[in-house]
């Protein structure tokens, strides 16, 4: 959809982030409490989420302190950043200020995928900063992660639509 449609604020309800005027959000047919469905099962790349001040792994290890090496290297060649940790060996600097648009997106696509436990994936414009291939290699990679899981894309971009199951423009 265009923007100022909503998308963002729907994504919001349903991460819990706010919560309805009226109506309910179901999470496997209950009307469960949102903040306890929060922590545990909604795993959220907002459009513009914040990075530390610390290198590309320990940004990652803050939505999962407990990931060992071998998945936390696997998340990082998914979300195509083992040239860019090869190139940034320190810190990113507030904000990721020192990493391009498209890396500091990856990154934060990379945090998404550490968190354990997420029932739900939210990719909020994705797609943005991303060049073509990148994108592309990114979703290739993401269906791994997909499995016995809801995952919802915000997207500007119908190129890949058939990576999807079901495509719902408001």
Do not use: W
Request: negative net charge; glycine residues 6%.
């Amino acid at each position: 959809g265009e923007t100022g449609k909503g998308k963002s604020t729907l994504l919001n309800l349903i991460a819990g982030y706010i919560k309805p005027d009226k109506g309910e959000i179901l999470y496997k047919n209950k009307n469960t409490e949102i903040s306890d469905i929060i922590p545990n099962r909604v795993s959220y790349m907002t459009q513009s989420g914040y990075l530390f001040n610390k290198t590309i792994d320990e940004n990652i290890r803050f939505a999962n302190p407990n990931i060992d090496e071998e998945k936390l290297a696997l998340i990082k060649s998914d979300c195509c950043l083992d040239e860019v940790c090869n190139r940034v060996k320190d810190t990113i600097g507030d904000d990721g200020k020192l990493l391009s648009g498209g890396e500091r997106k990856r990154v934060q696509l990379a945090i998404c995928l550490a968190k354990q436990n997420s029932d739900v994936l939210i990719f909020d414009e994705l797609s943005s900063s991303l060049d073509e291939a990148i994108y592309e290699k990114t979703i290739n990679n993401l269906n791994k992660y997909a499995k016995d899981r809801i995952v919802i894309f915000i997207d500007h971009h119908n190129k890949f639509s058939g990576y999807y199951d079901e495509i719902i423009e408001l």
